[in-house]
């Protein structure tokens, strides 16, 4: 898939291409998010190569980039408020968001930002860390299998699954850790956790839980500048750990690792978005126009009525009113 597919453009004030009043609607600006988030998405048709997805797509928001980007990501985030209310009341589908990313690409900040509308109570992020004892004496999905989203909710994965096809497959000696029979380690390991990732995915699908995957794309020199921001900073110090700068020596081999997994685990219904991560404010309007997009295909309404229900609510109202 090209990047240049979709075509489309935020509304930019005036624009005189995409002949958008100066004074833009907020469901005009959905409609332009959601549109330009398909350029970043890959549902598994043709051939995938990271080198076709951009680290940087800001200047598509003009000028007045920030500015614009901030106007969007309201829209989007009243949008997803009412959305998830929905989806909380008809307790149906539920909604699984994945974000994976190299250290400091913005992982946190857009899932504060994206998330920031969501009823905490429709809504559960978990962090994916280094397997603990307990969890190393399981198979790799058991402790993620503990954080589905419920029926009506939003789970967000910081970190996830994916890291077995990723730190694990970078760092041999971390599989090796993993308490594994001896004879299961064959040369065929990682294309077997992928078709059982795929397969996963697949039944959640079938379950009602829809998939959505976040690979936030940043480019090395970011993640430099980053970093010697969290070294300046003092406020920032906490988040620079030795280790992020060890990672940062295997670029290649997780890009590579990245490709594989998106190439082998991109579907229709569990897509993967590769989402410009260079420019923090792009890349949260994709986020969140993602994550809309999944909602939206969900059909979301609110549960109906029937005729014997209204009548009881009357009756229970009159009951009511009747009160001394
Ligand atoms: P931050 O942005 O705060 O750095 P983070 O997600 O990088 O957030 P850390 O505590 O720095 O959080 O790192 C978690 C580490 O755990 C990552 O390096 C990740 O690769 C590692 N990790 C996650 N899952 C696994 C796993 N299954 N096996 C081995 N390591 C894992
Ligand atoms: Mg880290």
């Given amino acids: 898939m090209s990047t240049t597919e979709g075509n489309a ?22 409609k332009f998010a959601k549109k330009l988030s398909k350029r970043y998405r890959c549902a598994g048709e043709g ?19 920030k500015a614009l980007a901030e106007k969007v990501l309201a829209s989007s985030i009243q949008s997803l408020s009412e959305m998830q209310d929905k989806l909380y009341a008809q307790d149906r589908w539920s909604l699984l968001v994945i974000f994976q990313a190299m250290d400091a690409a ?27 004892a307990e969890e190393l ?17 939003i789970g967000i994965f910081n970190r996830s699954y994916y890291e077995e096809v990723l730190v694990v497959r970078v760092h041999d000696e971390i599989l090796k850790s993993e308490k594994l029979p001896a004879e299961l380690f064959t040369e065929d390991i990682w294309k077997e956790r992928l078709n059982d990732i795929g397969n996963f995915e697949s039944y959640l699908n079938n379950n009602g839980i829809l998939v959505v ?42 890009m590579d690792a990245y490709e594989h997994l998106i190439r082998k685990t991109a579907t229709e219904r569990s897509p993967w978005y590769i989402v410009p991560a260079d420019d923090k404010h792009y890349a949260r309007i994709i986020v969140a126009a993602a994550i809309l997009h999944a909602l939206d295909s969900m059909n979301l309404s609110y549960p109906t009525v029937s005729k014997e229900q209204v009548a009881e609510l009357q009756r229970l109202k009159q009951e009511l009113l009747n009160e001394d």
């Avoid at 051939?47 to 980039?65: C, I, M, N, V």
């Avoid at 913005?106 to 397997?131: R, W």
Wanted: glycine share 10%.
């Fill in 213 to 254: 995957k976040i690979f936030l794309h940043v480019s090395k020199k970011e993640q430099k500048k980053r970093f010697l921001e969290r070294i300046d900073t003092p406020e920032k110090n906490w988040k620079f750990s030795s280790s992020d700068l060890k990672e940062r020596k295997y670029w290649k081999e997780y």
């Fill in 106 to 132: 913005g992982k946190d900040g857009a899932i504060k930002h994206v998330m920031s509308g969501v009823n905490p109570q429709g809504c559960e992020v978990t962090s994916f860390k280094a397997p603990n």
């Fill in 9 to 30: 453009r935020v509304p930019v004030a005036g624009d005189k291409e995409t002949g958008e009043p100066a004074e833009s609607k907020g469901s005009d600006l959905i």
């Fill in 137 to 153: 004496d399981h198979d790799y999905l058991w402790r993620c299998m503990k954080h589905l989203p419920e029926r009506g909710k």
């Fill in 47 to 65: 051939k995938f190569s990271l080198e076709d997805y951009p680290k940087d797509g800001g200047s598509d928001l003009g000028s007045d980039g």
